[in-house]
């Protein structure tokens, strides 16, 4: 038999360098499962851009509209056309009401009343801001701090020099003062921002959650909503904070007039301007409403665009009730209920013209489906 002798080769041996470990293999190949920084990260095209650009839009015309809003309105408050009263019937009153409208004619309108209780019952009744009378041993100026508080402030630094001048200490006689509980006269303005504020986010959240629902219950909705946010708005000003002590239920009636329409243009705005609804409502009815609503300067201290949009808009109508409801009680508030009925009324009709013309886009683009399945099916 014969043998044969198998030797077996072992592969050669690779030398060790001194200091040098074992190296793992590098590159892709050598962990598959880990993702490159490319993968995880794709650069982003231009349709990307795009889309950041439009929603970064949207707080850019925020910020720009509060700064041109505020400041336009807030940020230069001077008298134009403040109606004032001097107290008196001589000749020497005439003269000096006549010197008191040359001196700036743009800031006041001067008249004169035949006496104090004539002064008194005008600022009552809101036909003039103040009244300037001159006695023997000083000076009355009559003003009203429950109908604008600002107004009041400004006058005083009006007439404190002309009474100086005269050689009289001037005195302040407040007609119609503001709450204890709201020393600035300002509280029911801060309750109209409150209002304003949950009324345009309501109108976002029902447009956003009940897309699928019918106009009807859309409104209903934001009736419903409206009447909480009212409710929680007056039992705030009154028995948390005591600011309105009086007329909580006419506060809370108009309340809900304001912000049902509010909720009302907002849902039918929604089917428009869909992700844009909300700042249009932030423009209406923050941007254009606090600054011309007269709660922090008056009409007679704004510039003249911001005063003439007080002639209309629903927060100035809304203000003009509430205060005729706590601080100037049997006077009539007629006018301005009737605006705040008429921004309803166009809300409404807004809604149900913006719900007809979404049925009809629907009902086109559904017919342009259905035509286009048909002619597939002949090609094929």
Do not use: C
Not at 134 to 155: P, Q, R
Not at 183 to 208: E, R
């Amino acid at each position: 038999m014969t043998t044969t002798d198998l030797t077996l080769h072992r592969p050669p041996e690779q030398p060790e360098h001194p200091g040098h470990g074992h190296r793992a293999p590098s590159g892709p190949s050598a962990h598959p499962h880990v993702a490159t920084p490319d993968a995880r990260r794709p650069r982003p095209d231009a349709a990307a851009w795009r889309s950041l650009a439009l929603h970064v839009l949207i707080p850019l015309f925020l910020a720009t509209g509060m700064a041109l809003a505020y400041l336009g309105a807030f940020g230069h408050p001077s008298p134009h056309h403040v109606p004032v009263a001097v107290v008196g019937t001589s000749a020497q009153t005439e003269v000096f009401a006549q010197q008191l409208n040359d001196a700036d004619p743009d800031a006041l309108d001067v008249r004169t009343v035949a006496d104090a209780d004539a002064a008194r019952r005008l600022i009552t009744e809101r036909e003039i801001s103040g009244a300037f009378e001159v006695g023997a041993s000083d000076a009355t100026l009559y003003v009203s701090s429950a109908a604008s508080d600002t107004t009041a402030g400004v006058l005083q630094k009006v007439f404190g020099p002309v009474a100086y001048r005269l050689g009289l200490p001037l005195q302040v006689d407040d007609v119609v003062p503001s709450g204890e509980g709201d020393p600035t006269g300002q509280g029911l303005f801060f309750l109209l921002v409150a209002l304003s504020v949950g009324a345009y986010a309501s109108a976002a959240a029902i447009s956003a959650a009940s897309a699928r629902m019918g106009l009807g219950r859309r409104l209903l909705a934001g009736v419903v909503t409206a009447a909480v946010i009212a409710a929680i708005g007056t039992v705030v000003v009154g028995p948390v904070y005591g600011i309105v002590t009086n007329g909580l239920w006419g506060v809370a009636l108009v309340s809900w007039l304001y912000v049902t329409a509010v909720v009302v243009i907002g849902i039918g705005l929604h089917p428009l301007l869909r992700h844009w609804t909300t700042p249009a409502l932030t423009m209406l009815f923050v941007m254009l409403n606090f600054t011309s609503s007269g709660g922090v300067f008056s009409a007679q201290l704004v510039p003249p665009f911001f005063g003439a949009l007080g002639a209309f808009w629903n927060g100035s109508a809304w203000l003009r009730a509430t205060q005729t409801l706590v601080y100037f009680p049997g006077q009539g508030w007629g006018r301005a209920g009737l605006t705040l009925a008429l921004w309803l009324a166009a809300g409404l009709a807004l809604a149900g013209l913006t719900h007809l013309w979404s049925v009809r886009r629907t009902r086109l683009a559904n017919e342009r489906v259905t035509v286009r399945e048909d002619e597939e099916g002949i090609a094929a």
